[in-house]
């Protein structure tokens, strides 16, 4: 019964093969073999031991800035896993001006980052509308510094992050809770269980999957922010560089005709391995789930 | 001897190509060679604002120099570094290309651009000294490109919101000193509502204070001085005073001149050329902007031409680069937008020497006569990175979250390690 010849499979995956080795497998190596050189755009690359990872223990920035990713994720991870759940279960709704909310809440992701970015930094900004508006109501006595702040610039971006990321996960759970079927639903309402009880019962284990991909989703792009601080901070990261991702870190020192590339590359791979814990967790804790 | 002829032109063809393989020997004179052939010219956002002027400036070099042909190459503004780099990285640099003297100097360290002091020497003769210093770096011996145009900064205020604030519009400040005491009032007066200072200082402002940025050897920074720390305790002040604008610690580089142009704040430096662009932004401010000169050492901003080591066809690149960068050339180009030539004939134009009364020629007239003082505010070893880490610190310092001196040891320290780094 065999129809094709043993390399036949071969060559079909072969293209996706190229391609993964191309764009991941090799650069990955590269930037494991980088981070062990002295490598500049334009020179170096000598062996320098672990002198890079050495050098990352005295780096102050990275401390601060993987303190902004743990943060970041741990208020963006229920945000905008929980949030856009329950915005998806209303616009499913069939309410007399449904629609408009459904675009309100999806515009967001269709706007460039840079373009929010510098929206919210005129939001925010001392003689900001926030600031005016809170002032002229007499909530505040001075202007609040949002973009200057330590706190207040990363709870900002946190902000934006979450404003911005609700339309997009939203549209997944949509997606999915089309899947969800209705029969199950009925039933249990047959069997008299109320509206919530059908939400713990029913729609949240169909849609048990889903909440682990978006858990994943929004913890990686948590862990890997760039846009938000560096618009809000002005690219600088905020006074003492504290408001700084490993993201802004690595592009801080990879670019220009200086970049130090091995010492980015080895911020890379501590971006790597921050990024790839969580996301083992999750996973693992849905196979337990599976199993049970 | 006939017969032996082609033996001998293939002998000399090939001592010619051994020679011209040199990579960084460097000794041809310009005038040994023929100049022929196709060469190559990079220019950095100059299209199509400035199409007609180079295409005039290209046609003449080809009418010069009959068998020549340019191909003109000018790249958008954004990105510029990582272009040249990419060029650079694949050896596909042009045979001329428009290079500030901080993107020459990796260039020049690899070996990648030609030492246009070995090919020409009449550049002493021919370019302004700090033109000329601006492509001279420590640890390298050579000049790394021909000067082209240059600039400087003047200073621009709001005389409406001067005279409003018990200010003299006419009688702005002199010196940094004079400008934090009016901050003040200018501030006092209006209620908190007006600002002068909008920027922190930087690198340049220590060098204005007459304190050493890198030390002799250029491996290490030596700024972190009680000099230094005392300059940022008078912005901390200033910030803790309600001098200046919140924001400003995270500003960029465009950042007072934006607030200037929005009329947020009264005080910004700029160009000899920024009246028009301030007034055509925000109406206005029409009548409202006088320039005085720099308040103390003028930066100097140098734009220049450098030749690629690489050059399959050096003699007309080279020629090319002179061309381009003659007196003549120049004074034509700085006739049409407000450059300065880098030539020292064209000192003597009264173009940039008269004004005609506008405020506008006034300014204009301001940073031709401040080209004479100015000088290089930043060692180009200072690269992005190590500015942005200075402005972090500096920004902490002056927010008053640590003190000023242990800000810039600490900004020290990390910009030492990033230089022993290479």
């Known amino acids: 019964m065999k129809s094709h010849r043993w390399f036949t499979p071969w060559a079909l995956v072969l293209p996706a093969l190229i391609w993964l080795f191309v764009f991941s497998i090799w650069p990955t190596l590269n930037t494991i073999r980088l981070s062990f050189t002295n490598t500049k755009p334009l020179g170096g690359g000598d062996f320098v031991g672990f002198r890079n990872f050495v050098d990352l223990f005295k780096d102050e920035q990275l401390g601060y800035a993987l303190l902004n990713s743990a943060i970041y994720m741990v208020v963006c991870l229920p945000l905008l896993t929980i949030g856009p759940l329950l915005i998806a279960i209303l616009i499913q709704k069939k309410l007399p001006g449904i629609t408009f909310f459904r675009t309100a809440f999806y515009t967001p992701v269709i706007a460039s980052a840079v373009v929010v970015g510098l929206m919210w930094t005129w939001l925010l900004d001392d003689r900001g509308l926030i600031n005016n508006m809170a002032s002229s109501l007499g909530f505040i006595q001075g202007p609040l510094p949002f973009l200057t702040d330590r706190w207040l610039v990363l709870f900002s971006a946190i902000s934006l992050t979450v404003w911005k990321g609700l339309g997009y996960y939203m549209i997944i759970y949509v997606s999915a809770l089309g899947n969800v079927p209705k029969e199950l639903h009925e039933a249990a309402a047959v069997d008299g269980a109320s509206v919530v009880r059908r939400f713990f019962n029913v729609t949240l284990p169909s849609l048990r999957n889903t909440i682990v991909l978006v858990s994943i989703l929004v913890s990686v792009s948590a862990l890997r922010v760039f846009s938000e601080l560096y618009i809000l901070t002005g690219s600088k990261g905020g006074p003492g560089g504290q408001d700084m991702s490993v993201v802004m870190l690595i592009q801080q020192y990879a670019r220009g005709f200086y970049g130090d590339l091995g010492y980015a590359s080895a911020l890379s791979i501590v971006l790597f391995v921050v990024t790839i814990v969580p996301m083992l967790v999750l996973v693992r804790i849905n196979r337990k789930a599976n199993d049970q | 001897m006939r017969k032996y002829a082609p033996g001998l032109a293939a002998l000399a063809a090939a001592s010619m190509a051994l020679a011209g393989c040199g990579g960084t020997s460097q000794a041809k004179q310009p005038g040994s060679e023929a100049i022929a052939g196709e ?319 506008t405020p506008a020629s006034d300014a204009k007239v301001l940073a031709f006569k401040g080209l004479e003082t100015a000088g290089n505010l930043q060692p180009y070893e200072i690269n992005g990175a190590m500015s942005d880490i200075l402005s972090q610190q500096i920004a902490l310092a002056i927010k008053g979250d640590v003190s000023s001196k242990q800000a810039l040891d600490d900004a020290a320290e990390k910009i030492n390690l990033m230089l022993s780094r290479g």
Do not use: C
């Open chain 2, 39 to 357: 060469v190559s010219l990079q220019t950095w956002s100059l299209t199509p604002k400035f199409t007609d002027y180079l295409n005039d400036v290209i046609k003449g070099f080809e009418a010069k120099y009959p068998g020549t042909k340019v191909k003109l190459v000018d790249q958008p503004g954004d990105g510029y570094s990582e272009k040249v780099l990419t060029q650079a990285g694949s050896g596909t640099l042009p045979d001329v290309v428009n290079l500030p003297p901080d993107f020459a100097l990796p260039l020049a360290r690899q070996d990648m651009l030609l030492d246009v002091s070995a090919v020409d020497d009449t550049l002493h003769d021919t370019y302004v000294a700090g033109g000329l210093s601006a492509f001279e770096y420590k640890g390298l011996n050579g000049t790394w490109g021909f000067p082209w145009y240059l600039n400087t900064d003047v200073n621009y205020w709001n005389t409406g919101k001067l005279n409003a604030n018990g200010l003299d519009g006419k009688n702005p400040p002199k010196t940094t000193d004079e400008l934090f005491e009016q901050a003040r009032i200018l501030h006092d007066k209006s209620g908190g509502q007006e600002y002068l200072l909008s920027r922190k200082p930087g690198v340049d402002d220590f060098t204005r204070a007459g304190i050493a940025i890198l030390a002799e050897d250029g491996k290490s920074v030596v700024f972190n001085t009680d000099g230094a720390a005392a300059l940022l305790d008078k912005y901390r002040d200033a910030y803790k005073n309600g001098y200046m604008p919140p924001t400003v610690l995270n500003n960029d580089y465009l950042g007072n001149s934006k607030l200037f142009t929005e009329g947020k704040v009264a005080w910004t430096t700029g160009g000899g050329n920024s009246i028009p662009s301030f007034e055509k932004d925000n109406p206005s401010l029409e009548g409202k902007v006088v320039a005085t000169p720099s308040l103390d050492l003028p930066p100097l901003y140098v734009q220049g031409l450098a030749v690629s080591s690489k050059s399959k066809n050096r003699p007309a690149a080279v020629a090319l680069a002179k061309w381009v960068t003659n007196a003549e050339n120049q004074g034509k180009f700085a006739h049409l937008v407000n450059i300065f030539p880098s030539t020292k004939s064209s000192a003597s134009d009264p173009y940039f020497s008269m004004s005609d009364g």
